[in-house]
């Protein structure tokens, strides 16, 4: 398996530019995270989906960030206009969950700078 | 709401040293913790994932423990070796009982000396 993919894995863009950053989780994982990381605080939880149906979005910090999961092999998390403090790592993670069992594999990152 | 604190922040050691890093987590109706590992400008790589049923986990020469009424973890690293060094995160789900999403501790930075 290919794990999971996303894309693009740097993005550099100017204030007030919409950011689109994508994911394809593993074959078979039914559910799929969107995570970001800063030197700050850390990886946080932006929101999840099960079954491509949006769970829990209580991270998503404003709302100029939107997650969308049309299908199972493919998810977005757009920011729209972005800001200099978007700037961060943002990963996706997906996983297979059956009862209590729910191991998260994690994408490569996209690395966004807004300037 | 789940908080997770890792200790030390960062453990420098000579290759060949047995390790031990720590994990606490506040909430214990957690039915699972993760531990990963992460390289400098990396994705995190999944170590080892212990279920609320099990007391401890192993993969090769790391080996991981649970207790949840202490709300502790612990990850055993024998033997360590350079290629070892990287950042060590540990994870628990949030609470509110079914909750998938993690909460992530800040990791231990692991420097192993050749």
């Known amino acids: 398996d290919a794990g999971v993919i996303q894309s693009p894995r740097h993005e550099v863009t100017e204030m007030g530019q919409e950011v689109t950053l994508r994911c394809k989780p593993i074959?078979?994982?039914?559910?799929l995270f969107w995570y970001r990381q800063t030197m700050m605080r850390g990886l946080e939880l932006l929101i999840y989906?099960?079954?491509?149906?949006?769970?829990?979005d209580s991270g998503m910090p404003e709302d100029r960030f939107s997650a969308k999961m049309p299908n199972a092999s493919f998810s977005t998390l757009k920011i729209q206009p972005s800001e200099p403090r978007d700037s961060a790592v943002y990963f996706c993670?997906?996983?297979?969950?059956?009862?209590?069992?729910?191991?998260?594999?994690f994408g490569p990152g996209t690395r966004l700078t807004v300037l | 709401k789940q908080e997770v604190t890792q200790i030390p922040a960062a453990l420098s050691v000579p290759e060949g040293e047995n390790l031990v890093l720590n994990c606490s987590f506040t909430?214990?109706?957690?039915?699972?913790l993760q531990w990963f590992r992460q390289d400098p400008g990396k994705g995190l790589t999944s170590l080892l994932l212990?279920?609320?049923?099990?007391r401890e986990q192993t993969s090769g020469r790391l080996n991981a423990s649970l207790d949840k009424s202490s709300g502790r973890s612990t990850l055993y690293i024998a033997a360590s070796q350079p290629g070892d060094s990287a950042t060590y995160l540990c994870?628990?789900?949030?609470?509110?009982?079914?909750?998938?999403?993690?909460?992530f501790g800040k990791g231990t930075h692991l420097i192993i000396q050749p």
């Open positions: 993670a997906s996983s297979f969950r059956q009862g209590g069992y729910n191991e998260q594999f």
């Open positions: 074959s078979g994982h039914n559910s």
């Open positions: 989906f099960n079954n491509n149906v949006p769970i829990d």
């Open positions: 909430d214990s109706a957690i039915y699972n």
């Open positions: 212990i279920q609320s049923s099990q």
């Open positions: 994870a628990a789900p949030y609470s509110g009982g079914g909750a998938d999403g993690l909460t």
